[in-house]
């Protein structure tokens, strides 16, 4: 079995991915696994990594922070996995000493260094190394895009709506940006709480929000949203876009509310109406990615009752640079997915 991966050798987009073939597969480490990768998800994330945005890119690099496949090889001391296992990728490994992670909250360890794509290799590749940290445990049963993408979609969202106390029955939730990857699955989730669901989107077009639990639509034109909330003022605003739309976001909430803040890492400053935020005693927050207790409740929650992903093409090994220019073209709906087991070479 060879061992194929794309190299991300600098940042941009004049250079192509180079996917490179060898002939022996890679020993993990002490402290990691190996993966044979069933299919890896193309994010958003993926081409801020190759954008030069992010100045700890570790070039060359292989793309891909949303792997799912079978262990197929241990480290000296690997204790939370056995060969054959079928797990996922998290963003990034946990020490897993630090007083965040001794509470169960990984996600804000500040003892992890190893993060897929931009630190260390990354699953658009045939196999991937992997902090046994980095992983979650996925059942047989789910569909490998579902299993891969989990994470960074659903994981993100169910985070950014729980984690300060998630809202009830009748709560008005607002999603500002809807259309995006976690917007959507925040929508879905949002609906599946009971909460009466905002969807703010850019272009004048449902893109299946309704269907997925969207109770209104306001399309935002001129970045004053908030002029046309249809509703009580929200309990929860998620806005997954940033400088643009966080003081619109912040007059959609009513008192007491909460402003959680996910999404793609936008660089620019943001001047804020302190005086609202004091006499409403808003809150506004960040939030990464999921926890493995967030994982699990999700994954039970789907086995209940589906989810309803949207996913758009796959592409073999060969064509992840298309496959990130596609995204980057922004002509897909749907996540795009990368699956070796289509590559031509194979
Ligand atoms: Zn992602
Ligand atoms: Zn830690």
């Keep these: 079995m060879s061992f194929r991966r794309n190299r991300m050798t600098t940042a941009g987009w004049e250079q192509s991915l180079e996917l490179i073939e060898e002939h022996q597969l890679p020993d993990p480490p002490a402290g990691w696994v190996r993966l ?25 690099v292989t793309p891909g922070h949303e792997a799912c496949g079978y262990v197929d090889a241990l480290g000296e001391g690997v204790d939370r ?31 992890a260094t190893q993060i897929f794509g931009i630190t260390i290799d990354g699953g658009y590749s045939s196999h ?45 939730v607002v999603v500002v940006g ?29 893109d299946g929000l309704r269907a997925l639990g969207a109770d209104h639509l306001i399309v935002n034109h001129d970045g ?9 003022p929200a309990k929860v605003v998620v806005d997954c876009v940033g400088a643009a739309t966080i003081n619109a ?4 909430l009513g008192v007491g509310g909460r402003l959680v803040l996910v999404g793609n890492i936008d660089e620019r400053r943001s ?42 093409s796959s592409y073999g090994l060969n064509e992840a640079d298309q496959a990130m220019r596609d995204l980057r ?14 590559d031509q070479s194979n």
């Excluded at 044979?36 to 081409?47: A, K, N, S, T």
């Design 36 to 60: 044979r990768i069933e299919c890896c998800g193309v994010c958003h994330r993926d081409l801020i990594d190759r954008s030069g945005r992010v100045p700890f890119v570790n070039f060359p």
């Design 81 to 111: 996995w056995s060969l054959g296992d079928r797990v996922a990728t998290l963003h990034r490994d946990a020490c897993g000493s630090c007083s965040a992670c001794e509470t169960g909250e990984p996600s804000l360890c500040i003892g």
């Design 128 to 172: 991937l190394l992997a902090p046994q940290s980095a992983l979650f445990a996925v059942p047989e049963s789910l569909d490998a895009r579902l299993a891969a993408t989990l994470a960074c979609t659903y994981g993100t969202a169910w985070r950014a709506l729980s984690r300060h106390g998630a809202p009830t029955a009748g709560d008005v």
């Design 178 to 206: 809807a259309h995006g990857g976690v917007g959507r699955c925040v929508v879905e989730l949002a609906k599946r709480l009971g909460a009466e669901v905002v969807a703010v989107v850019r272009r004048d077009s449902d």
């Design 224 to 232: 004053r949203f908030h002029k046309q909330m249809p509703c009580a």
């Design 249 to 252: 976001s912040l007059r959609c």
């Design 271 to 312: 001047e804020l109406q302190l005086g609202r935020m004091i006499v409403y005693g808003l809150q506004v927050v960040g939030s990464s990615g999921a926890n493995h207790a967030e994982l699990k409740t999700l994954l039970e929650w789907h086995a209940k009752e589906p989810f309803n992903p949207i996913f758009g």
């Design 329 to 342: 073209a922004g002509s897909c709906s749907g996540r795009l997915i990368i699956d070796p087991s289509l």
